[in-house]
């Protein structure tokens, strides 16, 4: 009788470990750009609201939205690409082209008026498109999204984001933060 149970044991534990190995063999190291994207300075894309003001012109002080080719319609000077641009870029833009016939000194500023959104998908009570808040972490995001479902793993989320032109995805702590555009994949617990 003691053998069998000493047999079980070694079988429950190798299962265990070879459970273990299998959930590991798929995890990835997170990529240093993926951290590194949080100090680059934020740039527009599809889904930003940009808050526009010319200063002395009231006509063209506008929130104007970055449309899903990436480009903004602006007054007088038509479209103007703002995908892959910081906002003081944008002001640069718009400046000289505003220079250019319309406006003999613009004095333009740019300024977010409301983030592209963020996804969460997987194991949380509401899963979907969400409002991006400067400072979000993880665990903000999973809260926005009615907390975890009860069969969720509850100690990190893979985060897929887009960094240098690349997509990458790391597995990463809760209290890490998002930005926008993210996508939140929260995974099935084992046990």
Do not use: W
């Amino acid at each position: 009788m003691a053998k069998i149970v000493g047999k079980l044991s070694r079988f429950i534990l190798l299962v265990v470990t070879g459970l273990a190995l299998v959930s590991c063999a798929t995890y990835k190291p997170v990529d240093e750009a993926f951290h590194e994207a949080l100090n680059f300075p934020y740039v527009l894309d599809s889904g930003d609201r940009i808050r526009i003001t010319v200063f002395g012109q009231t006509d063209l002080s506008n929130g104007y939205s970055v449309d899903k080719s990436g480009h903004i319609a602006f007054p007088l000077i038509g479209s103007v690409a703002a995908r892959g641009q910081t906002p003081k870029q944008l002001e640069g833009i718009i400046a000289a082209k505003l220079r250019n016939g319309y406006i003999r000194d613009p004095d333009v500023s740019a300024e977010i008026e409301r983030y592209r959104p963020f996804f969460i998908m997987g194991e949380v009570n509401a899963a979907g498109q969400y409002s991006y808040v400067p400072g979000m972490t993880l665990q903000n995001a999973i809260a926005v999204a009615g907390g975890f479902s009860p069969r969720a793993s509850q100690e990190n989320a893979d985060v897929t984001r887009q960094v240098n032109g690349s997509i990458v995805t790391g597995r990463v702590p809760l209290s890490d933060p998002i930005i926008p555009g993210d996508t939140i994949y929260v995974r099935e617990r084992l046990f």
